[in-house]
């Protein structure tokens, strides 16, 4: 191997522990425990090492978020063949599993564009996977739509049960009424001009 590959292969793994590391921390202790003089005392490298990677603690979470979002898109594009129920499932499934990093993907603030010509492609294979299972059923609607509000309700049932703004005990039934709506689409409720789902998706 040559010094230039070592010497980026070794920059690569030195890149992916910071991010693994604020990634434990964030689960364990949430973001604001997260900072770079913390970091660098976990991973015992000077905090100049640290922003020779990351500009700071907003880099390294844009970076855990687009992580997340590749393992989101995995995720949810596993449970498409099981059609609106097992997605439905699987997106509440990594949000529990994972809330921190969901949080740095889906609550706290980014400057990672979402629904825009530079979307990163981890973003639209997420919602790629949202779109495909929410087609068969569409009845006539646009599919991206659907995704939209799909995607919006899961994450109205994370965010609202988390805060504890709902009586605890009927996670199942509101999962179930979602699941039902999505799954058996009114074929009254129409968009009088669809559009493409490509132009939507991006």
Do not use: C
């Not at 990351?54 to 498409?80: C, P, Y």
């Not at 990093?101 to 980014?110: H, I, N, P, R, V």
């Amino acid at each position: 191997m040559s010094q230039r590959l070592r010497r980026e292969r070794d920059l690569a793994e030195r890149e992916q522990r910071i991010i693994a590391t604020a990634r434990e921390l964030a689960e364990a202790e949430g973001w604001d425990a997260v900072t770079t003089r913390r970091l660098a005392a976990l991973i015992e490298y000077s905090q100049p090492v640290l922003y020779s990677h990351f500009s700071g603690k907003d880099a390294i979470m844009r970076a855990a978020a687009l992580e997340g979002f590749a393992e989101f898109a995995a995720q949810i594009s596993a449970a498409v063949d099981g059609g609106v129920r097992a997605v439905a499932e699987a997106y509440l499934a990594f949000a529990d599993d994972k809330p921190a990093l969901y949080d740095a993907m889906f609550t706290l603030g980014t400057d990672l564009p979402f629904g825009s010509d530079d979307t990163p492609q981890a973003l639209r294979d997420g919602f790629d996977a949202l779109v495909a299972v929410l087609t068969p059923v569409a009845d006539g609607q646009n599919p991206a739509i659907l995704a939209e509000v799909f995607w919006g309700a899961l994450h109205g049932l994370v965010t609202l049960d988390r805060g504890g703004r709902q009586p605890a005990g009927y996670r199942a039934e509101r999962l179930a009424v979602l699941v039902a709506r999505f799954d058996r689409m009114p074929a009254q409720v129409r968009e009088s001009r669809p559009g493409t789902v490509d132009k939507l998706a991006e």
